[in-house]
């Protein structure tokens, strides 16, 4: 009998390790029928070599035939590549590329907008505070019909939150059979905006999968994500409380919206008609401030097409005119959004495209964040996910700009204290600095394996390290060498 039984064992034990090898070789076979790459070693714009590693390329993934192809940037580690953290980054949206969080926020490019206006042509700087510096990114254009990501069928278009994350993960797990160089390197998935969203569906799905045995198994250690987009009952509701904790609504008319709509902003009750004015009176005083930078001017003379956080929705992306240079500023003051024109040029000038290389007649046109996307957002909140993120041995980093009322800090400082974390002593609500300065406000929280710092960053908009890059790489450095802020 005992015999008997450990034949059974082993058959067992045989059966398992063909089917794991047969996986294996199908993962391989896939990666390398769908993967291209090449290093990029100069870029229009920029004087020289580039001083950095640059590879792209696309990577297909989808269940019919790889129908979807998924275009990367990956840039390695100026530090040591060898055992720096491998972030993969994903810009907000749904639709908005990786190339503007490499161009104008954590990437070691960016433009020289007065030597741009000047020569008529998009002139590339290296930003001094690029997180490439402690860190391998992929920049990933996620979802399909993204930046220079497409489908080769029309049905390939077709996505959402689900579909999108799942991409998402067999990309990073194809990536990594292609580079086996960092398969052990610690691994973090990294996002902003919409990404509060995705971020934390693909770190379960990549928890999830190495229990499950799936190939490459992956070094997952955490995640980030900055102005998060989480969940509609705190984000959107955090708006009124946080205009008026900085200023923009008086104490009176802040109390009788809270006292006639009970606290109830984004969804009141349409029927209770003290509360409806009242909220028409806060929109009356904020509708000509600017959300993602309360403090900078509103510029929607030149948006050209629909905003979508703005009317509703859940998309804090800015989008501008494709102007020539020589129309940037017509009404005679600075705007933050004329700095976006630079990257639609550069982006769709066909050199430029040739020296990325890009598959020439892929898409129509580069959008900075594509509107016309078919897309179901189906996935409401976030929130669930990072609960149960909270059993695992993880660490996350959450960081708001302390001036953007497209997501409010308030809201997510909320939602982070729904999780009902312990905060340790040593964790506590306190400054954090940057060369003596007072950099914003930070708290950590944990519960047995997984810890969470949320930070602010004082004078951030949507999103922070475009407007304080110094201040976020010293946090960013920090967090990453398991240091307090």
């Known amino acids: 009998m005992e015999k008997a039984t450990a034949t059974v064992r082993v058959t067992a034990t045989h059966s398992k390790c063909i089917k794991f090898l047969w996986g294996l070789i199908l993962l391989l076979a896939q990666s390398n029928s769908v993967a291209s790459n090449a290093i990029v070693k100069s870029l229009p714009g920029f004087p020289g070599e580039l001083p950095f590693l640059l590879e792209t390329g696309y990577i297909g993934v989808g269940e019919l035939d790889e129908e979807v192809q998924l275009f990367y940037y990956f840039i390695e580690s100026e530090g040591q590549p060898a055992t720096d953290p491998l972030v993969l980054w994903l810009t907000g949206g749904p639709g908005c590329s990786a190339l503007s969080g490499l161009m104008y926020e954590v990437g070691p490019l960016g433009f020289d907008y007065k030597r741009s206006c000047e020569i008529q042509t998009p002139v590339l700087v290296l930003n001094d505070y690029s ?21 080769k069928t029309s049905g390939g278009y077709n996505t959402s939150d689900e579909k999108s994350t799942a991409d998402t993960y067999m990309f990073l797990r194809k ?25 934390p569906v693909i770190v379960k ?29 705190y984000d959107l509701n955090a708006r009124v409380n ?44 904020l509708k000509d401030i600017n959300p993602p930078m309360v403090l900078e001017p509103l510029c929607s003379s030149l948006n050209t097409k629909p905003n979508k956080l703005n009317s509703g929705s859940s998309h804090p992306g800015v989008n501008v005119s494709d102007s020539l240079l020589s129309e940037v500023n017509p009404i005679g003051r600075w705007c933050r ?7 639609n040029i550069w982006a769709n000038d066909k050199v430029v495209q ?8 892929t898409i129509k046109e580069w959008d900075r964040c594509n509107r016309s996307l078919s897309y179901v957002e189906d996935i409401r909140s976030s929130l669930d996910y990072h609960r149960n993120l909270t059993s695992e041995d993880l660490r996350a980093i959450v960081y708001s700009g302390d001036h953007d009322m497209v997501i409010p800090y308030v809201g997510t400082e909320e939602w982070i204290r729904s999780l009902n974390l312990k905060v340790p002593s040593d964790g506590e609500w306190r400054p954090w600095f940057v060369d003596g300065q007072v950099a914003g406000y930070t708290e950590m929280y944990r519960e047995k394996k997984y810890s969470l710092t949320f930070a602010t960053v004082k004078g951030g908009g949507h999103t922070a390290p475009e407007y304080k890059p110094k201040e976020c790489f010293d946090m960013i450095s920090r967090w990453f060498a398991y240091y307090f802020l």
Request: a negative charge; aromatic letters at 14%; proline letters at 4%.
């Open 131 to 151: 997180w490439t510096k402690v860190a391998n990114i992929i920049f990933l254009d996620a979802s399909v019909g993204t930046g220079f990501s497409y489908a």
């Open 242 to 285: 946080f205009a008026y904790r900085v200023g923009l609504l008086s104490d009176d008319l802040y109390e009788e919206t809270k006292f006639d709509c009970h606290g109830e902003f984004a969804f009141p009750n349409k029927s209770d008609a003290g509360c409806i004015e009242h909220l028409e009176m806060v929109n009356q005083c």
């Open 337 to 343: 959004d004329y700095n976006y024109i630079f990257i």
């Open 205 to 233: 799905k990549i928890s999830d999968g190495n229990k499950a045995g799936n190939l490459p198994q992956i070094n997952l250690k955490g995640y980030v994500l900055g102005n998060p987009y989480t969940d509609n009952q």
């Open 354 to 361: 040739e020296a990325l290389h890009v598959r020439i007649g």
């Open 175 to 199: 990536w990594l059979l292609v580079h086996p160089k960092f398969q052990k390197n610690p691994v973090y998935i990294a996002g902003d905006s919409y990404s509060g969203i995705a971020v």
